[in-house]
């Protein structure tokens, strides 16, 4: 998992260096797969999060949010003058995440 979240920060780095808008689009296979093998509890399912994100449940829901966080944060990282606004979608509702 180290290798995974290396790439994951390079794409918000390679992202946050463009500043434009960008859709940063998580296997939706993935996400279906671990809500059954949760039995509707994601925080049963373990995760190996990025170092960044120590501070986060490493669990599903760590790991979802682990996303948001490295996205924020190299952002911000690169034009700190820049509000961020994080849409997601969750069980088909929408999920609004505001810096």
Not at 16 to 21: H, I, N, R, T, Y
Not at 34 to 46: I, L, M, Y
Not at 60 to 66: I, N, V
Request: net charge positive; proline share 7%; charged share 20%.
């Amino acid at each position: 998992m180290t290798q995974y979240w290396a790439n994951a920060k390079l794409l918000f780095e390679r992202y946050a260096e463009l500043d434009s808008p960008a859709l940063v689009h998580l296997e939706p296979d993935f996400w279906a797969y671990a809500q059954q093998k949760s039995g509707g509890d994601p925080a049963s399912v373990s995760a190996h999060l990025s170092p960044e994100c120590s501070d986060l449940p490493a669990d599903l829901t760590g790991m979802a949010r682990c996303w948001f966080k490295l996205a924020l944060c190299q952002r911000r990282k690169f034009h700190p003058h820049y509000r961020d606004k994080i849409a997601g979608v969750y069980n088909r509702a929408p999920l609004r995440i505001y810096s």
